[in-house]
């Protein structure tokens, strides 16, 4: 994975947390278009890592999904880091513990 990736979520996914948790929580269709991403993930994932045209828009939503999955238990693992909601309360991201 790249190392700007990793440096660009580290700072995006904590932000979209908070913006989260500000507002109560994900919403159903927040964890919808975290699902629907899945597939898109899969199909044009590559733009991520070698850039295209997508490449914006798509890493923008894969911060906004890991943001969201952060809130299920045992939060979400991108590469080596956890992102976890409920083990960091200000949406700081850091491998969790209790979320190995």
Avoid: N, W
Wanted: aromatic share 6%; net charge negative.
């Amino acid at each position: 994975m790249s190392a700007l990736l990793d440096i660009h979520l580290a700072c995006c996914v904590p932000l979209a947390i908070d913006d989260l948790q500000r507002r109560g929580g994900p919403l159903e269709s927040d964890f919808q278009d975290a699902r629907d991403f899945a597939s898109e993930l899969g199909s044009k994932g590559d733009q991520i890592l070698y850039r295209g045209p997508e490449t914006k828009a798509l890493v923008s939503r894969l911060a906004r999904s890991l943001a969201t999955l952060a809130f299920c238990p045992g939060g979400a693992r991108f590469g080596r880091t956890v992102y976890c909601a409920a083990h960091h309360p200000m949406g700081v991201l850091d491998t969790c513990g209790e979320c190995r």
